[in-house]
C-alpha cells in the first residue's frame, strides 16, 4: 500500500533536486563562459606583451633575455607552451610538463588546433621578424568547471537530506497523528461499540472540518444504536400486544431512514474523494516521469556524456512536470474547499495583474497532458494586450472544470472532438468562449447544470460540483455572468462574461 509520507518526500525531493540541478546547470554555463573568457582576455594580452616585446629581442639576438621573457610568461595557468621562429627556424621555447617549465625540443612550428600563431615585427619594418606560437591549453577551466560540479553535488545532496528529515517530521505531526486518531475512531465505530470517543481538537484547519463532520456522525449513530436498542427492547417485551408492535416497526422504519440518508452521504463523499484522486493521480505520474528523467541526467552526467541536448531536454521535462504538479497540487487544494465555495459568496483567491493570453496558454499547456492519451484538440484564439487585474487561479479554475467536464460528458472514450477557447475585448469587459462539439446537453437537463451535486455520472466518479464552482467563480470572485448554449448532437458553448478589473474581495471570504 502506497504511503502519503513516501510520495511526499519523494515529490518535494524530486522538486528540490530538479529546481537545484537546473540552477546548477544555468550557473554552470555561465562559469564556463567568464572563465573561458578570462582566459580569452590573459590570451590577448599576452599577445599583445610579446609582440611588443619580442621585436628587440630577436634583433638584439638576446637569447638570455628572451629565455627569461618566455619562462615569466609561462606562468599563465592557459600557456601549456610558447615558442618562438625565425623563417621557420626556432629562436627559444619553453614547454610545461608536469607542473615543470622545460626548454622545447620541437624544431617546427605545432600545427594543434588548440595553437595560436602570430608574427612579430621590428620598427615598423612591413616584413615579420618572426612569429609566435602559444599552445593553449583549457584544463585550468575544466578543473574549476569540475569542482564546481562537485560542489554542487554536495549541496543537493545535503539540501535533500535536511528537507527530508523536515518534511518527516512535519508530516508525522501535522498529517500522520490527526489520520492515525481518525482511523481508530473509525475502527472503533465499525466493530459497534457501546461508545465512540469524539476526535480532539486539532489545530489545522484542513483537519478541523473533518474531524468535526466525524463527531457529528458518531454523535447522530450513538444516538441510532441507542434508539435501535431500545427499540429491540420494547419488541421483547410487548411481542403480544399489537400497538407495541407497531411503534417498534415505526422505529425500525424511522433507523432505516437515517440509514438511507447517511448512504447519501457516503455516495457524495465518495464522488468528491474520486474527484481528488484525479489531480493526486496526475502528480504521483508526473513526479514519476521527473525521477526517471533525473537518473538518466545523473547516469549521463556521471558517464561524462553528457550533450547540450540533453540538458535542454532535461531541463524542458523539469520544468514542465514541475508547472504540472504544482498546477495539479493547487487544484486539489481548491476540491477539498468546494464544499465552502458552495455556501459562501466570497474567495480569497489571489489578485494580480496578467496578460490574459499568455495566462490561457499557461492554462492550455497544464492541460494538454490531460488529453494525450484522447482524440480531443484544444486550441485558442486570443489577441494580445488584453491586460486584467483580477484573480487568475479562478479563471484556471473555470478552464480546468470546463475541459474537465467536456471530457466526461461531451464525448465518448476514443471519440474525436475538438475544444476551442476564445477571447475577446470589448470596452471594460472580456467575452470568453469555451466550445465543444460534443454530444451536447439535452433541453431538460440544462436549467439544472449549475446546481449544486447535480450529476449524471454519480456511478462514474462525478461529484457534481465542477460547473456549480465554475458558477460561483464567475458570478462571485470574478464578478460577472455566465451563459450556455447546446443542442442535442450539437455540441456545448459556455459564454462567460467578466469584467477586466475584478471586484474586491474581503480577505476574510471562504477561510
Known sequence: ?????????????CVVTAALTLSGAVTYWRAERDLRSQMNLSIQSLQNRLQTVLPNLIWNFDDEQLAKVLDAEMSLPYVSSIEVYNNDEILAGRI?????????QRKTPSQDGNTITFPVFYAGNPQPLGKVSVNITDAPVQAALGQQIVERIVEIILLDILLLLALSHTVSIAIMRPLNQLRDRLNQAAEQKDHIQDLQDIRYAEFADVMTGFNRIAQRLMADISERSHAEAEMRQAKDNAETAYRQLKDAQNSLVQSEKMASLGNLVAGVAHEI???VGVIVTSASVLVDETRNFRLALESNALKKSEVIQYGSVAEQSANLILANA????????SFKRVAVDQTSEARREFDLRDYLEEIITSLKPTLKHSAIQISSNCPQGIRMDSYPGALSQIITNFLTNAMAHAFEPGQTGHIRIAAEEEGNMVTLSFSDDGKGIPAELLPRIFDPFFTTKRGSGGSGLGLNIVYNLVTQTLGGNIFVNSQSGMGTSFVVCIPKMGPQLDSGAGE
Open 96 to 104: 610545461k610538463t608536469g607542473g615543470q617549465i622545460t626548454p622545447t
Open 277 to 279: 484522486n484525479t489531480p
Open 1 to 13: 500500500m502506497n504511503s502519503i509520507r513516501q510520495h511526499l518526500n519523494i515529490l518535494l525531493v
Open 330 to 337: 493547487e487544484r486539489a487544494a481548491q476540491l477539498i474547499q
